[in-house]
């Protein structure tokens, strides 16, 4: 099966095989927002999949980082 790209752009693979992704939210327009609420949305924060949604979205590239 393909390797979904614009899904695993937005993913970072570490060496031991987690997933790490930037939370949802603006990347802009963010001048109405407060300190915290600005750094909130710049934090990473790890995704966890099962085996066989891992498979189905990112393919061999998670079996590779290992």
Do not use: C, W
Not at 56 to 63: K, L, N, Q, S
Request: glycine residues 6%; charged residues 30%.
């Amino acid at each position: 099966m393909k390797t979904s790209k614009a899904f695993t752009k937005r993913l970072k693979i570490t060496r031991r095989g987690k997933l790490i992704a930037r939370r949802p939210g603006q990347n802009h327009f963010n001048a109405k927002e407060n300190r915290s609420g600005h750094m909130d949305r710049q934090r990473t924060q790890v995704i966890s999949l099962t085996s066989k949604v891992r498979q189905r979205y990112i393919g061999t590239a998670a079996h590779n980082a290992r």
